[in-house]
């Protein structure tokens, strides 16, 4: 039974299979065993409290005793005084101590939640991003949920039952003492209920697995529906989605009526069997009185000591369902936070790079056996604006990745000038190499204290002129509340485009050696992308940019142009000797293009 109290005790579990990125073992593979060991000191000294409330909760059994065989029979009212003076003192005493314990069954619950919540979030926030991008939120959202499980094992009404148990051998003492013939009816009846306990724990145990593999298969789909609640309503296919959903729904909740029905029963049938041996005290206790064995005041005395001896065994089989979803969630827990996780920081000031890539031999698959780069060299900068391009599917994306640090290599190589990125976390690299991806997440909450995030030292003047550079200076002007906008969850609030522009002005605010953008001019009108192209080209004076894109007139002003085949393999030349093959277009001068003359305008005419 401690087992469950304690999941410290929990083997370790073996780490998912899959995994192929160069990640070390988690820093937080312990944090389960540690926040245990923080709480014990709580659950020690809410332990040795339970022992004088065992002592003080006999006090009403031998009051009763008293007042019938010294009080009643012999008349004494003074005595009686005294006696209730004394009860009512220890009760204050006892009901001081409770709170006591119940405070330090708190504390030990808030130990577990502290810790564990905080490793899994720091463990969530340092996976490779290939490892996130497997995980569903839904899963995530499912262990944030298992710490308050895992923790009601040691602060709920569980661990009162068990702490209790001591005054399950007081009350038998005491029983022994006061009332031997009833002893034996109590200690059968304790067996019984100890026997049923443990018998509707296994029953509890095993139909809660697939209760809960169905509960989290619907929480998947219920975060996935509220995710994609906009885009439903765009593709109009509302209805064929709330119709799966509320077939599952009503699986589930089928499911757990029933099983709910069964813990109700337990429960139910516990209540009717303590009644049950109550009558059974009583019949013996009454024989026993005829035949001259015990006194009235002592069956009054077991009669309440037999509720002491038999509460908390029927509580433990009341909240054997806790118990087995904290078994879970610990077991769960445990199993994701000794996943591999990122490097830890170096925590050591390197030399700012000065934004030379390369790629050494680096090959690079999916966890499904995808191959995307085979054995590719390159070099890019330092300094200047380089294209990466490529059909749909050929690999630009992962490849950016790749310089970003964001994948590590299956084989071979990435270097940031002299350094192998794979010795640095992504916290590391992020000041030195910035990216812009295609998809762009926007936090909830004014404008200024998102783009905030990514600099809070940045001062008024340079968040401005982020702003400005990205393009985006112009239309946070025009809002009503300008830079104190609060925008909506992802963003809501601004279009796609302006989006973009605030995702720029947040690069630029990080000022990065290296940036890195997948599709800047997607959403951008044509004014916009010429300004960003002039943008582009200005920083790549003193900054290595790598754009992935599309666009003809992105890639038309680059110094190098990375063609990604799809086969594996990476294309390299300049503007003039990949743009015709690839686009069919001549390439311009960089300043042409940049201003709205390049081969856009020539493939439009
Ligand atoms: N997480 C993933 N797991 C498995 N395969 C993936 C994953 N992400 C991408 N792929 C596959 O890898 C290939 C390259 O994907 P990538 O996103 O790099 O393409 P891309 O060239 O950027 O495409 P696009 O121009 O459409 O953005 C694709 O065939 C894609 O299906």
């Known amino acids: 039974m401690l ?6 005790r929990l083997q370790p579990l073996s780490p998912p299979e899959g995994k192929h990125h160069a990640s070390t073992t988690s820093p937080y593979a312990a944090a389960i065993a540690d ?6 000191q709580h659950v020690r000294a809410a332990a040795w409290l339970s022992v004088p409330i065992g002592l003080l909760g006999l006090l009403p059994s031998i009051f009763v005793l008293q007042v019938y065989n010294r009080v009643i029979a012999r008349g004494g009212n003074s005595t009686l005084i005294a006696m209730v003076a004394g009860v009512l003192c220890f009760l204050c005493i006892e009901w001081w101590l409770r709170r006591k314990r119940a405070k330090a069954l708190r504390e030990a619950g808030a130990e577990i939640d502290y810790r564990v919540s905080r490793a899994l979030m720091a463990s969530m926030l340092q996976r490779p991003l290939q490892d996130l991008e497997q995980r569903p939120t839904s899963q995530w959202l499912q262990l944030f949920r298992d710490v308050p499980a895992m923790r009601s094992s040691i602060s709920g009404g569980l661990a009162s039952a068990l702490m209790d148990l001591p005054m399950v051998i007081l009350a038998l003492i005491v029983i022994g003492i006061v009332a031997l013939p ?8 304790m067996v019984i209920l100890g026997v049923l306990a443990w018998w509707w724990a296994d029953e509890v145990r095993s139909g809660r697995v697939e209760e809960l593999a169905q509960a989290r298969s619907l929480d998947r789909q219920t975060t996935e529906v509220c995710n994609a609640r906009a885009t439903l309503k765009l593709l109009g296919h509302d209805e064929a989605v709330r119709q799966t959903w509320q077939n599952d729904y009503d699986t589930w909740l089928s499911e757990s009526f029933s099983k709910n029905g069964e813990l109700e029963n337990t429960r139910e049938a516990n209540t009717i069997l303590l009644s049950f041996f109550t009558i059974a005290v009583i019949t013996v206790g009454a024989v026993a009185i005829n035949s001259q064995w015990m006194s009235i005041g002592s069956l009054m005395a077991v009669n309440l000591l037999a509720s002491k001896a038999l509460g908390p065994i029927a509580q433990l089989a009341g909240n054997w369902r806790s118990l087995a979803r904290a078994n879970e969630a610990t077991q769960r827990l445990q199993a994701v936070l000794q996943e591999p996780v990122e490097p830890a920081s170096q925590n050591l000031s390197l030399p700012r790079p000065k934004g030379h890539m390369q790629l050494k031999q680096a090959s690079f698959q999916y966890a499904n056996g995808h191959h995307t780069l085979d054995a590719v060299s390159l070099s890019m900068g330092p300094g200047g604006l380089h294209a990466i391009v490529g059909r749909n599917g050929a690999g630009k994306s992962t490849l950016g990745k790749l310089l970003a640090g964001l994948y590590a290599p299956t084989d071979g190589h990435v270097f940031i000038d002299e350094y192998d990125l794979a010795q640095f976390s992504r916290g590391d690299i992020g000041e030195w190499i910035g990216c812009l991806g ?3 997440y926007w936090f909830s909450g004014p404008i200024i204290d998102s783009l905030r ?4 030292q940045a001062s008024d003047a340079q968040v401005v002129a982020a702003c400005q ?3 985006a200076h112009q239309f946070i002007s025009r809002l009503p509340q300008g830079y104190q906008t609060v925008l909506g969850e992802g963003g809501t609030g ?3 485009g302006e989006l973009r522009k605030l995702a720029l002005a947040q690069l630029f605010l990080r000022n990065p050696t290296v940036l890195i953008l997948d599709e ?18 200005k920083i790549a004076q003193k900054h290595t940019v790598i754009v992935i894109t599309h666009s003809v007139r992105v890639a038309s002003i680059a110094q190098r142009i990375y063609h990604v085949c799809g086969d594996g393999q990476i294309e390299q030349g300049t503007a003039t000797e990949l743009l015709p093959k690839l686009f069919g277009v001549a390439p311009a001068t960089e300043h042409a293009s940049a201003a709205g003359h390049g081969p856009a305008q020539q493939e439009a005419a």
């Open 3 to 8: 087992k469950y109290l304690m999941p410290s």
């Open 35 to 40: 926040a245990c060991t923080g709480a014990w």
């Open 182 to 189: 009833v002893l034996p009816v109590i200690l059968v009846a």
């Open 438 to 440: 295609q998809q762009i």
């Open 453 to 456: 995030m990514v600099n809070g």
């Open 469 to 471: 550079v990205a393009g």
């Open 494 to 496: 601004v279009s796609a």
């Open 520 to 537: 800047p001019s997607s959403d951008l009108d044509f004014e916009s992308e010429t300004t960003l192209l002039h943008t582009l080209h």
